[in-house]
């Protein structure tokens, strides 16, 4: 027992010389306090009571003193700062970089010491970019102590973590960050986790990106059957991000085999979110569409040609760069030939064709609807064009199939001609066929009569001929 209490009473006294002597190191030794640049951070006076004054400073110019009533020193930081009349907080807006150091905090003969730690991050383009582009993100920071090395992780706006490519200058003070190449879904509030493990540091930094862009950027296809009604639009993802900029635009029209594209309309959409349009003379007719979403920028052809197929790209244009996305539009139309009502017995093809050879998955299609009996033909892979023999009556259309999914449809009606029609054609060929063998005899007549007429002058030349030589032999003898 004796043993065991002595155990305990030297164990009290090793712990009380410890504590005694841990006191007024600890008093000396400043709290750490982490700030971030352009934000607000607020100094807790720990332990101060109520209805007491205080003084803040910053190392030994007064920021501040509260003596019943606010008083102003003469730190950098003083027009930036304020006290909390109530809890005696120093609160310090808009932060610098070089707001770093010792702050103190005197009420009654205390003196409360605080570090303060400073990070400032800064990002290129102040977050504001078009994909593709790289971000670089820049750390510093700033301290009374000796500075740490950091450790850099970033959270994206999905919360999923990225490990970005870090280099510092060897005094700690400077990290670059690179990002990945940036898409439009990358847009929104990223977090920069920042931490060092003595003096121990756990911050979270947030930064805002924005990507300017499409909703839907990838080259999209839109079917059209001829003199339809095709919109053609793009939805602008401004409003959505909160892009804060002004940019232009315009919106180009390029045929298929053509290098050179046409100007259709031009945008721009200024810093507090107004649109404005302005058609460009065009080669064809169309129309901004009256009534079409926010944000979007849309052309309306009310009756479209085969040959206002081609590529429609939508350019965005910011800061000197760009981006694009295009709409490639697919016009079909059906035909015959000859065309007309079909005689009995005869034959006609039916045409169905598009303005451009069709991705593999995709395809067209004439088939019968109705009519004696039924029908398809089915284009071969890759080609624009189906032709099916028609040599009878009934109603075909022609559907084009993307992934077993009937897109457009065109009907073609091919008409009986009526009965007499077919007399008169009979008619016509049998009285052409009349015709043409009486001419033939007629040439054979006359190409005959030719051939003895011919004869018969032959002979009498070759008479006279001969008299006439016969005369000389006489003259002669
Ligand atoms: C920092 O942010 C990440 C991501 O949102 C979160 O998981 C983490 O707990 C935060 N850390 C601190 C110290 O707030
Ligand atoms: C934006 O478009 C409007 C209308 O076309 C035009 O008056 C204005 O000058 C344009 N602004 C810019 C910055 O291009
Ligand atoms: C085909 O069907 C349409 C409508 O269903 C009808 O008007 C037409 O007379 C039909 N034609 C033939 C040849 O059956």
Redo the contacts with the bound molecule.
């Keep these: 027992m004796e043993l065991c209490s002595t155990v305990v009473s030297s164990m009290i006294a090793v712990f009380l010389v410890l504590h005694l002597g841990l006191i007024p190191i600890m008093a000396q030794q400043s709290e750490l306090q982490i700030g971030v640049a352009g934000q607000a951070v607020i100094l807790n006076c720990r332990g101060i009571p109520h209805h007491t004054d205080v003084i803040w400073k910053y190392y030994k110019a007064v920021i501040r003193l509260f003596r019943g009533t606010h008083l102003k020193g003469k730190a950098t930081m003083t027009d930036r700062s304020e006290i909390n009349p109530n809890t005696k907080h120093l609160k310090v807006l808009d932060l610098r970089l070089s707001d770093a150091g010792i702050y103190t905090c005197e009420y009654d003969s205390h003196t409360v010491s605080i570090s303060l730690h400073v990070f400032k991050l800064t990002i290129s383009s102040d977050g504001h970019f078009l994909p593709n582009e790289v971000p670089e993100l820049t750390v510093m920071q700033n301290s009374s102590h000796p500075l740490p090395d950091l450790k850099i992780t970033l959270f994206h706006s999905s919360n999923n973590i990225v490990r970005p490519k870090v280099s510092q200058d060897k005094t700690h003070q400077k990290y670059k960050v690179m990002l990945k190449q940036l898409e439009t879904t990358d847009s929104g509030t990223w977090i920069c986790h920042v931490h060092s493990d003595s003096p121990l540091i756990n911050q979270n930094i947030s930064f805002d990106i924005k990507v300017l862009g499409f909703q839907h950027p990838a080259l999209e296809r839109k079917y059209a059957t001829v003199n339809s009604t095709v919109i053609l639009s793009w939805q602008l993802n401004f409003q959505e991000i909160k892009w804060k900029e ?1 940019f ?1 635009g315009q919106l180009n029209w390029k045929q298929q085999e053509s290098a050179t594209a046409y100007e259709l309309l031009d945008f ?1 959409v200024t810093a507090r979110g107004e649109q ?3 058609e460009k003379t065009s080669r064809f007719q169309f129309e901004i569409p009256e009534s079409k979403p926010k944000s979007t920028i849309a052309v309306k052809l009310p009756k479209v040609r085969f040959d206002h197929s081609g590529q429609y790209q939508c350019q965005l244009v910011y800061n000197g760069k760009y981006v694009q996305s295009k709409t490639e539009l697919v016009v079909m139309k059906v035909s015959a030939n000859p065309v007309g009502p079909l005689p009995r017995g005869a034959e006609t093809t039916l045409i169905c064709q598009v303005s451009s050879p069709l991705p593999s998955n995709a395809h067209l299609c004439w088939e019968r609807v109705n009519g004696t009996r039924m029908d398809i033909k089915k284009s071969k892979q890759h080609e624009a064009k189906v032709e099916v023999n028609v040599s009878s009556a009934g109603l075909w259309n022609c559907h084009l199939i993307e992934d077993n999914d009937r897109k457009i449809s065109l009907n073609y009606p091919v008409e009986e001609a009526p009965v007499w029609i077919s007399y008169v054609v009979i008619g016509a060929s049998i009285g052409g066929s009349v015709l043409v063998f009486g001419l033939a005899c007629l040439c054979i007549i006359n190409g005959i009569s030719w051939q003895r007429r011919r004869q018969r002058a032959k002979r009498m030349a070759q008479a006279r001929q001969y008299l006439l030589e016969n005369k000389t032999c006489q003259c002669q003898q």
């Design positions: 002004g232009t721009n404005h349009e302005t």
